[in-house]
């Protein structure tokens, strides 16, 4: 009986601090200026790389600059499929297509993550709050969404001026 009651109470202190993570952000991760090129899927031929750009801005941050990001991986070789560093202008943001979710310019999955300071969530050192956020872009054959088109013939897709999109923030650790 005893073995039964730890375990309660650990599951109990485990779900604490699970949902005091979560209360620590409220807010989305913004994309705007979303820019994908392609030249290969186009034309077989090319040899130019592929490029995902966009600029990141962090609602739970709003004091923050926006960061610019670039992905860029070579023709036969498979998107970046794990955090690298460099990949954004803020080295406290990062982003990569999750292994097996680049189908194309109009299909693919970006997941990014923003590591900041947060002392509503405790003192230092314990004052470190990382999300982690998630943006599908699935437009079908055509390409098209209300926010986001494409030029299949030449593998280029951009988002409209002005749109922001949203990347769902999912969950946080602390």
């Known amino acids: 009986m005893e073995l039964i009651r730890f375990g309660s109470a650990t ?11 979560a209360s620590a952000f409220s807010g989305e991760f913004e994309i705007s ?6 030249p290969f899927q186009a034309d077989p031929k090319s040899t130019k ?14 004091k923050a600059s ?7 991986w ?62 599908n872009l699935t437009s079908g054959d055509a390409g098209e969404m209300s926010n986001y088109t494409c030029d299949m013939a030449r593998a280029n897709c951009r988002s409209v001026p002005e749109t922001i999109m949203i990347a769902k923030v999912l969950y946080a650790f602390s």
Request: hydrophobic share 35%.
């Open 11 to 21: 599951v109990l202190f485990i779900l604490s601090l699970l949902s005091s993570s």
């Open 66 to 72: 926006p960061a610019s990001c670039s992905l860029t």
């Open 74 to 135: 070579a023709v036969g070789l498979s998107p970046p499929s794990q955090s690298l560093p460099g990949v954004c202008s803020d080295r406290y943001v990062r982003a990569w297509l999750p292994s097996g979710t680049y189908n194309g310019v109009a299909d693919f999955q970006i997941e990014i993550t923003h590591t900041y300071e947060d002392n509503t969530i405790g003192d230092p050192p314990y004052n470190i709050n990382t999300l982690f956020g998630f943006l």
């Open 33 to 38: 200026g979303l820019e994908i090129d392609a």
């Open 49 to 62: 790389n592929t490029t995902v750009s966009f600029v990141f801005n962090d609602q739970n941050t709003p």
